[in-house]
């Protein structure tokens, strides 16, 4: 074993167990995995030091460039959140599909260039910070920059998640304003694809919002972030799983920051602060869209909602597997 500070400290994972359980309920349509995958605090756990060493240290060239197989080695489906900050190339896309097994699953950002009404005052928008953006829901700009690039490894494509940064007065007066927008954007689209909708705005989560996703075969992406309801409560909603699949993202517990979540649990190998009700209710989301037959079910774990994706993903197996009083092999 390695001295990599990284590794210090690090909460144990059972990688051949979780291997073993992840890939048993993919054959179930229950795909797990993570946002993201190149983070060193894994390494010892999840990724083996030595493989990425050169000259006897770590490459962190050679790790960012190839972890990605070690990673698909073990979980089933990965949340590509690269693809939210520039539209993806074709050589970008083969890239990653020629480092995952057959039944992969990449599910992806969609760039922001689609999704954002205003660029904010950030130095990566340059001199567009705190313009208009034009191409905001342009169904032909999306169509040709990010659907084209995908076409070639649409097999390894999972869900494409549009996430709608909070709108203010400013951008939208009331909800039913972005629904109608939403509405004319998801018309223009080609109906081939899974596409997910994650909203920051609580107010909008309004019968119109899921019956728009309803008449598109689209879905609400249930999603734990500081100012959204929390999943339990998004559980509860009429209409709340209105397409054939169910996506689902723990980024962060309500009422945390981003900032905050990020210097308190960086480098992301230990449990920090764990998050019981926010379990609960993401195997409660699972087994719910089990029951209704809605599949795949898809969950991605962030490393700020409780300060390590990989101990949070082993936590909700066995969870899972406890209430549904069966083992993960024998769910149907």
Same mark, same amino acid.
């Given at each position: 074993? #390695? ?52 000259? @006897? ?23 590509? *959140? ?47 910070? @705190?313009? *208009? ?37 400013? *951008? ?129 774990? #962030?490393?700020?909602?409780? @300060? ?25």
């Amino acid at each position: 074993m #390695n001295s990599d500070p990284a590794t210090q400290g690090q909460t144990a994972i059972d990688r051949h167990w979780l291997q073993t359980q992840v890939a048993t309920l993919a054959s179930q349509g229950v795909y797990m995995g993570t946002s993201s995958w190149k983070y060193a605090g894994w390494i010892g756990s999840l990724y083996s030091h030595d493989r990425y060493e050169h000259r @006897g240290k770590l490459s962190n060239a050679r790790f960012e460039r190839e972890c990605l197989e070690e990673y698909a080695s073990v979980f089933s489906t990965v949340c590509v *959140d690269a693809a939210y900050y520039t539209f993806p190339t074709e050589k970008y896309l083969a890239g990653l599909a020629a480092q995952v097994p057959e039944g992969f699953l990449f599910t992806f950002k969609v760039t922001d260039e689609i999704t954002i009404r205003h660029f904010p005052k950030l130095p990566r928008f340059g001199p567009r910070a @705190g313009t *208009d953006n034009e191409s905001f829901l342009n169904a032909e700009l999306f169509i040709e920059r990010f659907l084209k690039p995908l076409e070639g490894i649409r097999p390894k494509v999972g869900v494409l998640m549009f996430e709608f940064s909070r709108f203010y007065p400013s *951008d939208f007066g009331r909800g039913r304003d972005f629904v109608a927008a939403l509405d004319r954007f998801l018309c223009g689209l080609p109906k081939t694809w899974r596409y997910g909708v994650e909203i920051r705005n609580k107010t909008f989560l309004q019968p119109e919002y899921f019956h728009c996703l309803e008449a598109h075969g689209v879905a609400h992406v249930f999603n734990s972030w500081e100012s959204m309801p929390s999943l339990e409560d998004q559980l509860q909603l009429p209409g709340n799983m209105p397409a054939s699949f169910v996506p689902a993202r723990l980024l962060l517990k309500p009422g945390r920051d981003y900032e905050t979540a990020v210097k308190t649990f960086e480098p992301y190998n230990q449990l920090r602060d764990e998050y019981p009700e926010g379990r609960r209710a993401a195997v409660g989301i699972i087994l719910e869209a089990l029951k209704r037959g809605r599949k795949p079910a898809l969950v991605y774990v #962030n490393n700020r909602f409780e @300060g390590y994706a990989l101990a949070t993903i082993a936590s909700l197996i066995r969870e899972f597997e406890q209430r549904s009083q069966a083992p993960v092999g024998e769910i149907t």
